[in-house]
């Protein structure tokens, strides 16, 4: 009998949680994936997407690692194609491309508001900072140099942008750190090391901020989301209970809502999907679509997020090696 009772216990806040989420769904616009997006010149080699940024004009940049995938030992050679391009949100044309004989394992890409194009390597150990069209401004980090201390990353992973020119870096696969550097790339400070306490990550893997420079971290592989003040203060933090990882976030353009992307497997054997899911910016779940429902498109696995100025979502897509395109119904 007490078996009996704990087991319609269990199943009625099962059902709780459900009619929950569902309910908060319905109160949400549904995203449909859009499709013939994009619409690149015929036998374009896109490979692993694995940053995605907006410009000032709503032109989508990605990052791909082109003819690649992650290997290691790392490869020796720079890719000697271009690793950036940049498509017409409308269209999903392709308007420009650059980043040749630059990089050897793509990761993150942001562009921040005075349109300068802030990428990751991961193989090489660095962060570099260009202007829209490709000119190289800035570089941190010492080339195939793995470090702890404030002149070396180990595996970084992505770069967020505040108002003021500084920026912020999660480093990332080796490390499990963010640090924070001056406008000039001069470091200010770092905080975290590898756990799952609070203020501690397991590979810090994205990176934002909110109008009120707010700082958003995607904690990997301890699959949640930390919340911290511009010094490095915990706020508080949303753990995910439905995958296995949490891989990137962005922050919308009005600073109220974030949209992250997660990803889980069968015994880490066969790929199950990604969800996309809402919150608030205080960390409250509003909604999700994706793996776990309303959505029609083929299991992706999802490795950044950005989100344009009319809400649209874009999310690379590393198992298929696209970029995809979300509209509200």
Avoid at 31 to 42: A, D, G, H, I, S
Avoid at 67 to 86: A, C, Q, Y
Avoid at 232 to 242: A, T, V, Y
Wanted: proline share 3%.
């Amino acid at each position: 009998m007490r078996v009996y009772t704990l087991l319609l216990f269990f199943s009625s806040q099962l059902l709780f949680s459900c009619h929950q989420d569902t309910k908060n769904a319905n109160q949400l616009p549904e995203y449909e994936l859009v499709q013939n997006w994009p619409q690149l010149p015929e036998g374009y080699p896109l490979s692993q997407v694995t940053g995605v940024g907006i410009d000032k004009a709503q032109n989508i940049f990605l990052f791909h690692r082109t003819g690649r995938k992650w290997t290691e030992p790392f490869p020796d050679s720079m890719i000697s194609v271009n690793t950036i391009l940049m498509l017409d949100r409308q269209t999903g044309k392709l308007l420009n491309s650059w980043g040749a004989n630059h990089f050897v394992m793509p990761h993150g890409l942001n562009v921040d508001k005075d349109d300068n194009v802030w990428v990751t390597d991961v193989a090489l150990h660095q962060v570099f900072k260009f202007t829209h069209d490709g000119q190289l401004l800035m570089t941190l980090g010492q080339s195939r140099q793995a470090g702890t201390d404030s002149a070396h990353f180990n595996l970084p992973t992505d770069v967020a942008v505040a108002n003021d020119g500084s920026f912020y870096v999660s480093d990332g696969y080796g490390n499990s750190r963010v640090v924070k550097f001056s406008s000039e790339g001069r470091y200010m400070f770092a905080w975290g090391t590898k756990g799952d306490q609070v203020g501690e990550f397991d590979t810090p893997h994205g990176i934002d901020l909110d109008a009120a420079g707010n700082v958003y971290v995607a904690d990997r592989e301890n699959n949640r989301i930390q919340k911290f003040d511009g010094n490095g203060k915990f706020i508080n933090s949303w753990k995910n209970d439905r995958a296995e990882q949490l891989y990137s976030l962005t922050v919308n353009e009005a600073g109220n809502e974030i949209f992250a992307a997660d990803y889980s497997t069968e015994l880490k054997l066969k790929p199950l999907g990604s969800d996309i899911i809402n919150l608030d910016t205080s960390l409250h779940f509003i909604s999700r679509f994706g793996r776990s429902g309303q959505y029609e498109g083929p299991v992706s696995r999802y490795h950044d997020i950005a989100m344009d100025n009319d809400g649209n979502i874009y999310v690379g897509d590393i198992l298929n090696n696209q970029i995809r395109k979300f509209s509200k119904r």
